[in-house]
């Protein structure tokens, strides 16, 4: 029998439920919760709250989110669906394509620099609001909380939070009833840490092998502005830009972010929108210069780069239409790969789920916004999509090189996050519960040849998909 160095595949089992009364107790929770993308509170008296949802919403959760934000102070609490604002028939999607999330760069506003993936909503949900000012409260998006609050304009001190509950899966799911106060504190030393970073290097068993140095200044610029709950931005140009340090306050928009000199490889067989064929994606002075494999998502991307080859972005080093701007650290140690909507989802981007899970990484290359008046001008005049995409690694190392002393500190070891293992983590966690169950995650994804059996190169690489179909056809864990 065959012995792997990462943890073997498990995956969490959830019953669906049948009434409000079942989804009550976890919507009590999650409209007291202030900590994580999917908190809903605190709910101010009064409050009349607008909730964007897709067609799919499941009855049951609605009805208990409603009862329970009205329990805490709301007056109104009104779901609408994301798709009826825009005016547009929603689109079924599912995980088996992959490259669709490079063909929404195309798709998606040009012109513009509201970000490329959040489509035709950012607009019209504006317009929406200018109607209906009653709304003291708004929660919307899968993701990118910077972004979404960017995109709502004058509207932006409306915004709460992200929505991710029409899924059933989602709400009863425990990650999102993980204590806030033990939460925070699990991130706390990484935050800490990256302040005394001269170097970082990321490494996956997929192929993935990143690295590059920081100054004390760039290292101290990069952790100020790391933080966001649940979601850290672990790569110094995807922190310290404005549309992401814009959570960061105060801020000074007139400094350039931090350009670091990053080079490598980054592989994978997954992004935000599904799976693909394997892809390497290779990487000089933080800029793409050259893509091989990953099937219509390499394809997609080796004709933007191109296309859009005299792309200078304002501040930006040097040409290009992707730079490496997000190295992106969920920390929900309960999230995990949901099923029950993988193959029919209305979600923009249905894989965004599995990238939540505490020690997965996401990874970004594209553009980042900044110095915002120049940058909206370049978009305009040059006809320009504004966005970046992504590719998912779960078994990351990420190391920094502590400056002092020289010893490499791992901050995820093989897709685990370390600072589950701290001492005085575990023992705040006594405080909530079992700390080997708390602290433990739920869900390990299958990959043969790394944490299961099989040859990576001729079972999963090729076609992720067919092997995962082929699995839970055979009612195994995914």
Same mark, same amino acid.
């Given at each position: ?20 009364? %079942? ?7 999650? &409209? ?5 993308? =999917? ?6 008296? &009064? +409050? ?7 067609? !799919? ?14 329990? @805490? ?24 394509? /992959?490259?669709?999330?490079? @063909? ?11 970000? =490329? ?12 609001? +200018? ?14 909380? $910077? ?47 990256? /302040?005394? =970073? ?5 490494? +996956?068993? @997929? ?27 672990? +790569? ?24 670091? !000199?990053?080079?490598?490889?980054? $592989?994978?067989? =997954? ?43 304002? /501040? ?9 701007? !997000?190295? &992106? ?103 909530? /519960?079992?700390? %080997? ?17 099989? %040859?990576?190169?001729? !079972? ?5 998909? &067919? ?12």
């Amino acid at each position: 029998m065959a012995i792997y160095s990462y943890p073997a595949p498990c995956a969490p089992e959830y019953k669906k439920p049948t009434s409000v009364e %079942d989804c009550l107790p976890q919507s009590r929770t999650m &409209a007291k919760k202030q900590h994580g993308r =999917a908190a809903m509170g605190p709910i101010k008296r &009064a +409050d009349q709250i607008l909730i964007l949802t897709y067609p !799919d919403q499941d009855k049951y959760v609605q009805g208990a989110l409603t009862q329970a934000l009205e329990e @805490e102070g709301a007056e109104v609490v009104h779901f609408v669906n994301e798709h009826e604002i825009v005016g547009m028939k929603p689109e079924v999607l599912s995980v088996e394509n /992959g490259w669709k999330e490079a @063909e929404n760069v195309e798709k998606g506003p040009k012109g513009t620099s509201e970000i =490329a993936l959040l489509g035709e909503t950012p607009e019209k949900l504006r317009k929406y609001l +200018d109607k209906h000012p009653e709304y003291t409260g708004v929660f919307w998006g899968l993701g990118g909380r $910077a972004h979404t609050l960017l995109a709502l304009g004058h509207h932006g001190s409306k915004f709460r939070n992200n929505y991710v509950f029409n899924n059933w899966e989602e709400l009863v799911s425990k990650a999102w009833t993980f204590p806030d106060e033990l939460w925070i504190e699990i991130e706390r030393p990484i935050i800490e840490a990256i /302040g005394k =970073a001269s170097k970082v290097r990321i490494t +996956d068993p @997929e192929g993935t092998y990143l690295e590059y140095p920081l100054t004390e200044e760039e290292a101290l610029r990069f952790q100020k502005c790391a933080w966001l709950s649940g979601h850290l931005f672990l +790569d110094p140009l995807q922190a310290t830009s404005q549309e992401c340090a814009i959570s960061t306050w105060p801020y000074n928009w007139n400094v350039p972010p931090v350009f670091h !000199d990053l080079n490598g490889v980054l $592989a994978g067989t =997954a992004n935000h929108f599904g799976f693909l064929p394997r892809i390497e994606l290779y990487f000089e002075h933080a800029r793409l210069v050259e893509v091989k494999g990953g099937g219509k998502y390499g394809d997609l991307i080796r004709e933007m780069m191109d296309k859009y080859k005299d792309t200078h972005w304002p /501040g930006y080093p040097d040409k290009g239409f992707f730079w490496f701007c !997000d190295s &992106a650290l969920c920390t929900s140690v309960k999230s995990f790969r949901r099923t029950s909507d993988m193959f029919h989802s209305y979600w923009s981007l249905p894989n965004t789920p599995e990238r939540n899970r505490a020690g997965i990484f996401h990874h970004g290359f594209g553009s980042r916004r900044h110095f915002s008046e120049i940058f909206d001008k370049y978009v305009k005049e040059h006809n320009l999509p504004h966005t970046h995409i992504h590719m998912h690694n779960y078994f990351t190392t990420y190391e920094i090189k502590l400056r002092d002393t020289g010893h490499w500190l791992k901050i995820v070891d093989k897709g685990h996050l370390t600072t589950l293992d701290d001492p005085q983590i575990r023992t705040l966690a006594v405080k909530y /519960g079992d700390p %080997d169950e708390l602290l433990s995650v739920e869900w390990e994804p299958p990959i043969p040849g790394i944490n299961c059996e099989g %040859d990576y190169f001729k !079972d999963y690489a090729p076609d992720p998909m &067919a092997y995962l179909k082929k699995r839970m056809k055979e009612n195994k864990q995914i």
